[in-house]
């Protein structure tokens, strides 16, 4: 055998045996159960540098989704034509309901966690609010059970009388569900999936149907939502699934939990997210159906812009940026870079924490931040590339003003804070991070904080308004 050959196997056959030793001969659980850090060990300049890694990460996983997308790879069908005919019927039009939704940053993480019941009857989750994501999952305990699961929630699917697995036979398996396995060693075994990312976490499992258990806002009555595309997760890695019980799948595609509860309440979705740094008590709402914080009488109407459902973004939320100015100077970036069409385009994830923007379009923010910023004294704090002593700016100092200005006149007008972050006592760092140019910029959840956001599918429309979301 040639050396180079060699070596690797030599190499694939270390790795696999490490990992056997890890698992624990037939158990793939071990992973799993790593609950989350203590988050008195953490400090905020800790969490932001374990947000800007994982962002990283999750912005190449986006990039190399999207281009795949971008170079054939068959888009899912949209959900309103693909799954009419296994729709519930539809709620009454101002008939919604709620889940509660906090920020992670308590466990460390910069993702935005939702109480979920899975199976009848109810198991309870807490799961990942991901509108990156087609795929809804939990983390499952197989069949056969195992010792040394740890205290971590597992899915019982034999303790649901409403688990009813997708057989790998299935025309559903087989061309309608992300990630599928074209293995399929006899035509009642199960629909496999592997989601892998590229930063090597990934979640390995099987499809299955499965109702979720709903709270009618009006009369807080329950009622089950069936036909939910579920993955049961018997293997995951990745830092990102440590904190959680899975991932709820938000994204725009005709297998997401979005989509499937969305067509039965009013074609929408939105979510308030409370400050990311906000303790584990303070909760707002994911709520599906009319969105009553951007009705109120008493207030103005909400900001409104078209919500871009392009196939070749999808599962992706993409808006259509017309600029971005600071302290009102409108600042000279490329269209190419919000035109998806060209290699660019902007956006929206509630699972990325920073902002990120293309290479052009980060020079010109960043730069004209950092002039107006130029009187206050500069410190170093890795890995960001703009960061002031607070303490030392003297009372006049102000964060200059940043204006994303989206298609149809909608100003999002973000508070100082979300993009001029406190990192430690008195120092603030320009929270915004840049990606390679061409490619996608990502408008993260902390720009996005302390506002409603209303993802209406049924008319392409995505609607906001600045709020505490105290009392959503
Ligand atoms: C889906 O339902 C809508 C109205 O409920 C109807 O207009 C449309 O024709 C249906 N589409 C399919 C593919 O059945
Ligand atoms: C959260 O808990 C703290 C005390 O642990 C309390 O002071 C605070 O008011 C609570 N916040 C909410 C929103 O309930
Ligand atoms: C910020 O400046 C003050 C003096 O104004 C100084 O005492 C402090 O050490 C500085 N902090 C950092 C992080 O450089």
Known sequence: MPAPLLLLLLLVLCCNVAAAAKAHS?????????????????????????????????????????????????????PAASQNASLPAPAPAEESFAMPLTSGAYTGTGQYFVRFLLGTPAQKFLLV????????????????GCRRCGRGRFFRPQASTTYDPIRCSSDMCKSALPFALATCPTP????????????????????????????????????????????????????????????????????????????????????CLVDHLSPRNASSRLTFGPTPALSHPALPPPRATELVLDARLQPFYA?????????????????SVWDAARGGGAILDSGTSLTVLAEPAYRAVASALSRRLGGVPSVSVDPFDHCYNWTAA?????????????????????????????VAEGVKCIGITSAPWPGVSTIGNILQQEHVWEFDLKNRRLRFRRSTCRSI
């Open 188 to 271: 009642a075994s199960p629909c496999a999936y592997n989601y892998g990312y590229s930063d090597g976490s990934m979640a390995k499992g099987v499809f299955a149907q499965e109702s979720a258990t709903i709270t009618l806002s009006r009369g807080a009555r329950r009622r089950k939502l069936g036909g939910l595309v579920v993955g049961c997760t018997t293997s995951s890695v990745g830092s990102s699934f440590r904190a959680s019980d899975g991932v709820l799948g938000l994204g725009y595609s005709a297998v997401s939990f979005a989509a499937r509860a969305a067509a039965g309440f009013g074609g929408r979705f939105s979510y």
């Open 26 to 78: 037939d158990s793939l659980h071990l992973e799993l159960v790593r609950r989350p850090p203590s988050p008195s060990a953490t400090t905020r300049l800790d969490l932001l540098r374990e947000l800007y890694r994982s962002d990283q990460l999750r912005q190449r996983m986006i990039s190399q989704s999207i281009g795949q997308r971008r170079h054939g790879r068959r888009p899912l069908q949209a």
């Open 129 to 144: 609010a991901d509108t990156g994501s087609d795929l809804t999952w939990v983390k499952c305990r197989r069949p056969r």
């Open 394 to 422: 003297g009372p006049a100092a102000e964060v200059p003003k940043l204006v994303l200005h989206l298609a149809g006149t909608a100003r999002l007008e973000p508070p100082a804070k979300s993009y001029v972050i406190d």
């Open 319 to 335: 808006v259509r940026i017309d600029g971005v100015s600071v302290d009102g100077e409108l600042l000279p970036i490329p269209s």
